[in-house]
């Protein structure tokens, strides 16, 4: 009788990079064999086959989420059951938590409260799908940066409440996406009431104290303490964490936080209108060290370091250029096949810490780019910005047309991805442009374009192409 295949989930998803593993639940990146897109992939293992006649009704719910677009919202795909297991497919992971933001940058005023404006514009639109009593805790909202803009996203998708509904008993961690932590909890979760849209208001602010301070509001010295803190104490003032922290702000969080649901802001978009608000009133006041004016983006923008405009035409013509090297059938196979996902060499990556290679060819010295990490952000140098991307290829740019973050190639496990971070003058794969933040599979072979930059992508143990060599005089 033949094993099962574990990494392949409801005869669909191909799982790549697992995540995390533990429990009921596992996370990972995986691809879609049928749409050729990479997801992320959430399964959990049901513990009793006496709940298999109601997860019908259980994942009902996650219709509603996928009608949801909001570059704010982390967007659920698809979702079914495979065997004694649930999956939900939902958009692929990326950026970092804001947990690791928190743990690890200073946070400045304007920053925080556009943190805050973002969240709740997710906020806006989980709340017009008639979702509400959300987990905002900070390892569950990403930050991915491209360049100087943050973009925040609520990575939420339900699952503690799931999983109390599938008899999960949480761990008292709080890294278990199962466990109620008072820290963070708005006073009716903690009393067992009701959640409602004021629920998530509360946590919206207690986050934005949390960002403006850099301390949490309620830590007791038990957990239980902490609940009683969080359902009856005032909200402190954040003064006294941050001494310059101005009044708007401290009213904007303390009518957030208020006890009593009926007292805070009554829906999302009120709250929006104040944050928009306290951040026009903070900017007509002293600058706050470390921010950045529109006018010094602007002039920025207008220096040296700016990426340039490629013209259709002119684009067209460095694409076109011929480039030398020998026939391959492998390669030209390569180029003219559908892509689908190739198995890849054990050993990656190489015992030289090797993932893949950029191979550029254009000119009388080709040249192949190692790339030694699992994630590798391609650009071009900024020291005026002090942007540095992984993989700088100024070098074979000379008409600049690479961005200062122009792409993302991850090693997902059993694939690898490309990703375009929104590049001015795109990203392409053969003669597909890239969606901006969507990852496309990529195999060992394929043409890639950055700008006007064109290379080749060959994975080590794979076969490969033999470069053009300049000719003896």
């Given amino acids: 009788m033949p094993q099962r295949d574990t990494r392949l989930i409801g005869g669909i998803y191909r799982i790549g990079q697992t995540i995390t593993a533990g429990g009921m639940l596992t996370t990972a990146t995986a691809y879609n064999h049928n ?10 293992n049901i513990p009793s086959t ?7 009704a259980l994942l009902r719910p996650y219709e509603k989420r996928r009608g949801i677009n909001s570059p704010h919202i982390l967007r659920v795909l698809d979702w079914g059951m495979d065997g004694t297991r649930i999956y939900i497919a939902t958009d692929p992971p990326r950026g970092i938590t804001l ?18 404006r973002q969240l709740t514009i997710g906020l806006k639109a989980l709340h017009a799908a008639d979702i509400f009593g959300l987990d905002l805790r900070p390892q569950l909202i990403t930050v991915d940066t491209l360049g100087i803009q943050d973009r ?12 109390q509904q599938l008899r999960y008993v949480p ?20 009393n067992h009431q009701p959640s409602r849209p004021q629920s998530d208001i509360y946590q919206a602010g207690l986050l934005l104290f949390t960002l403006v301070t850099g301390r949490l509001p309620f830590v007791g010295r038990t957990t239980a303490e902490t609940g009683i803190l969080q359902t009856s104490s005032p909200v402190p003032s954040m003064r006294v964490f941050k001494h ?17 649901p009926a007292r805070r802001f009554s829906n999302a978009d009120e709250l929006l209108m104040a944050l928009e608000q306290v951040q026009k009133q903070t900017q007509r006041q002293s600058p706050v060290p470390g921010a950045t004016s529109n006018e010094k983006v602007a002039e920025l923008d207008r220096s040296i370091s700016y990426t340039a405009e490629i013209s259709q035409a002119e684009m067209e013509a460095a694409l076109k250029a011929p480039v030398k090297r020998t026939k391959s059938a492998s390669s030209a196979d390569a ?9 890849l060499p054990a050993n990656l990556p190489t015992s030289q810490g090797v993932y893949a290679y950029l191979c550029f060819e254009q000119g009388d010295y080709p040249q192949r780019i190692a790339l030694t990490q699992p994630s590798t952000i391609i650009g071009r140098l900024d020291p005026k910005r002090g942007l540095s991307p992984d993989l700088d290829l100024s070098h074979i740019d000379p008409k600049m047309s690479i ?10 496990g059993t694939f690898f991805t490309l990703e375009d971070l929104k590049s001015r003058n795109k990203t392409r794969m053969e003669d597909q442009v890239l969606t901006p933040l969507k990852p496309e599979l990529l195999n060992h072979g394929a043409q890639i374009s950055f700008g006007s930059v064109r290379l080749h992508f060959e994975v080590p143990g794979m076969e490969s192409r033999q470069p053009h060599k300049p000719a003896n005089n």
Wanted: charge should be negative.
């Fill in 171 to 190: 761990r008292q961690s709080n890294e278990d996406i199962g466990y109620l932590d008072p820290r963070y909890a708005p006073p009716e979760y903690i």
């Fill in 99 to 116: 947990q690791h933001v928190l743990d690890t940058e200073n946070i400045n005023l304007p920053r925080a409260l556009d943190f805050c």
């Fill in 335 to 343: 180029a003219k096949a559908p892509r689908s996902m190739q198995p």
């Fill in 244 to 260: 310059q922290t101005p009044d708007e702000v401290q009213q904007l969080v303390e009518r957030a936080m208020a006890k009593d």
């Fill in 152 to 163: 925040v996203q609520i990575d939420d998708i339900g699952l503690r409440s799931l999983l």
């Fill in 50 to 56: 006496d709940l298999l006649d109601t997860l019908p």
């Fill in 35 to 44: 749409t050729n897109d990479v997801v992320g992939l959430y399964v959990l």
């Fill in 403 to 412: 961005s200062r973050q122009h792409a993302r190639i991850r090693f997902e």
